[in-house]
Each structure stands twice: as structure tokens, then as C-alpha cells.
């Protein structure tokens, strides 16, 4: 029997303030962004059935909510827009109008509260195309150079009215510096790229689908996102997109790419965002309905792994939870 001897980790468990004091991984309020679905329409609330808690607003009702949500301590949203019924085209025009769900949600929240939050929009045509494909399809196939037009002057719409940062979600080569030379020619030189970089073909999206009715209508997105197995792809696809004028970059989804999270983290200095997304959220939340986890701890756990990991931000709908309930 060997006794543990002078050297004894435990000491600095003993009390809470001993923890406090040498823990390395702090959750803060402030790198913390809330998603949102946002409809047409100036009121609605829509109950998302597979993500409790959560509801499609209208634009007036979004306000609110993110008004109410800064009191919290939310200081950053990322929006995505419901075009108006039978809107949507082969090619998602709606998407680049400027009258359309998105620039109307960004103005409204830059009335109501100015600079004091951050609003990043995302670019992806797949919620404003009748086939529900990230890109316009030719001859069957999502045609990556012709939709490269179409996402910048989405992205275009969105500085117009007033975003912080554009976050292309759509995983077409070359997007990244499409959207940059759009914005800089019309003079949008202060608007971010937050890019979806590091965006694999998950199954963890599917209440997303839902919530946003933007599933694709044939086949799936495998032949545009990356594939769950590779993990060195990771790094070309952050440099990649650095290198085209991203301003962030972000991996998504998180808690199944923490490793992910750590390589990319490692290989850029850029800012590095963690999309804690819709899938990940449904299952804690289905799993605390039925009180076989307790949610704050498991969001709790959640939220420090992906900053331990190497996220400065990360996005997630449990943000209003945990301010809320103090569970950070
Ligand atoms: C659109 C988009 C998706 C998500 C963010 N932007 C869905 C997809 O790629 O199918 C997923 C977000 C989530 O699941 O919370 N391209
Ligand atoms: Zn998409």
C-alpha cells in the first residue's frame, strides 16, 4: 500500500472559494450569443415544439424579448429570418430583399437599442429556397460559384440595415471572400464575417430544420458540409477562410467537436466561436422534462467544456436559461 504523501491535489478542492480561486474555465455573460427565428410578420409567438422554451417571433415580439434578454445580460443575438408565405423561389431572391424579415428585425433592434447589442445575422439561402439547399441548384447539383452571388448580396441586405456581423452558414468555397468584396464596394468596410467555417453534416440540426423550414426537399447536405469523420479538414477550412477576410470563425456543432474546437483553437488567432446547437439543446432539454438530468448542472457542464475547449464565444440557446436561473 503506497499513501499519497506530500503532494495532494485535493487541497485545493476543499472549499468553494479554494475552487473558485484556481479554476481556469469561466463562463461569462458577455461571450454569450442567443439565437433567434424570426418571422414576417410584427407579432407572433410560434411555441418550437422540439425545442421547449423557445418560439418563432414576430418582429415586434423579438424586440421585446431582446430587450428583456439585455437586462439579463445578453449583449449579442444571431438571427434567422421566416421569409413571407409563398415567398420562396429556386434561387431565393427573397433572401436579398431589403424589405425582407432579417433587414426589418435589425433596424428594429438598432432603434431600440442602439450599439448596445451585438446583432449577427446569418447567410444561408437554404430558409428563402423552395428546395431548401444552401446554394441554387444546377442540373441537380448545388452550383457553388452561382450561389456565391446570391449569398453576398444577402450578406449585402444585412450590413445594409445595420448588422455587426454576417455570419455565412452555406459551406460554399469562396463565400468568405465573395461576401468581403461586396461589402467593401459598397462601403461596408466596419461589417464582420463571422464564419461558419468549420460546419459538418450533422444530425444534430434537426429541430433547427424544423424551427426554421429549411430542410432540404431531396437528398441531404453531405455534398457541401463536412464529414463528421475528419478532423485535419478542420484546420484547411479555418485558414481557408481567414485567409478569404473572415473576422471570426466558429465550429458547429460543439459538444460532439470539442476536439475539433481544441485543433482550430490551436491553429488561429482569430476569435473562435462554438455553436451549441438546436439538437444539442433538445436533448438536455427532453432529457430534464423527464428528470433523469438535472438541466442547470448539465448546461453548466456543457457551456464550460466548450470554453475549456477553446470557444471565446459560444452560441447558445440555452443563453436565457442560465442567466435567468444563475446557473453559470
Ligand atoms: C443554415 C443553418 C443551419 C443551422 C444554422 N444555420 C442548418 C443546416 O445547415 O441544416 C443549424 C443550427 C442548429 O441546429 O441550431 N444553413
Ligand atoms: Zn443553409
Not at 97 to 106: H, N, Q, S
Not at 290 to 304: S, T
Request: charged letters at 25%; hydrophobic letters at 45%.
Amino acid at each position: 500500500m503506497v499513501t499519497p504523501g506530500r503532494i495532494r491535489p485535493r487541497r485545493l478542492r476543499r472549499s468553494e472559494a479554494l475552487r473558485d480561486l484556481v479554476a481556469d474555465t469561466w463562463v461569462r455573460p458577455q461571450q454569450l450569443v442567443m439565437p433567434h427565428f424570426v418571422l414576417p410578420a410584427a407579432r407572433g409567438v410560434e411555441p418550437i415544439a422540439s425545442m421547449p422554451g423557445l418560439a418563432r417571433l414576430g418582429i415586434e415580439d423579438l424586440v421585446r424579448t431582446v430587450v428583456a434578454d439585455r437586462e439579463l445580460g445578453i449583449r449579442a443575438v444571431l438571427l434567422f429570418g421566416s421569409p413571407a408565405e409563398g415567398a420562396k423561389d429556386p434561387e431565393g431572391a427573397c433572401a436579398h430583399d431589403p424589405e425582407g424579415t432579417v433587414p426589418r428585425a435589425v433596424r428594429a433592434l438598432r432603434d431600440a437599442l442602439g450599439s448596445d447589442i451585438v446583432t449577427i445575422t446569418d447567410v444561408c439561402l437554404c430558409g428563402y429556397t423552395d428546395h431548401g439547399h444552401c446554394g441554387v441548384i444546377t442540373d441537380g447539383e448545388v452550383d457553388n460559384d452561382r450561389s456565391l452571388l446570391p449569398l453576398a448580396n444577402m450578406a449585402l441586405a444585412h450590413a445594409e440595415a445595420g448588422a455587426d456581423l454576417v455570419a455565412p452558414s452555406d459551406m460554399m468555397d469562396g463565400r468568405v471572400a465573395a461576401i468581403r468584396d461586396a461589402l467593401d464596394h459598397a462601403g461596408h468596410t466596419g461589417v464582420g464575417i463571422l464564419s461558419y467555417a468549420v460546419k459538418y453534416a450533422s444530425a444534430y440540426y434537426g429541430p433547427f430544420r424544423e424551427a426554421a423550414d429549411s430542410a432540404p426537399q431531396h437528398g441531404d447536405r453531405r455534398g457541401y458540409q463536412m464529414d463528421p469523420r475528419n478532423a485535419a479538414e478542420a484546420i484547411r477550412e479555418a485558414r481557408l477562410d481567414e485567409r478569404e477576410g473572415a473576422d471570426m470563425l466558429m465550429v458547429k456543432p460543439a459538444l460532439a467537436y470539442l476536439d475539433v474546437i481544441q485543433r482550430v483553437r490551436a491553429a488561429t488567432t482569430l476569435p473562435l466561436a462554438a455553436y451549441n446547437v438546436s439538437g444539442e439543446y433538445s436533448a438536455v432539454k427532453a432529457a430534464a422534462a423527464q428528470g433523469w438530468l438535472d438541466e442547470a448542472a448539465i448546461v453548466r457542464e456543457n457551456l464550460q467544456a466548450m470554453v475549456r475547449a477553446g470557444a471565446d464565444v459560444v452560441i447558445t440557446y440555452h443563453a436565457r436559461d442560465a442567466l435567468r436561473g444563475r446557473w453559470l
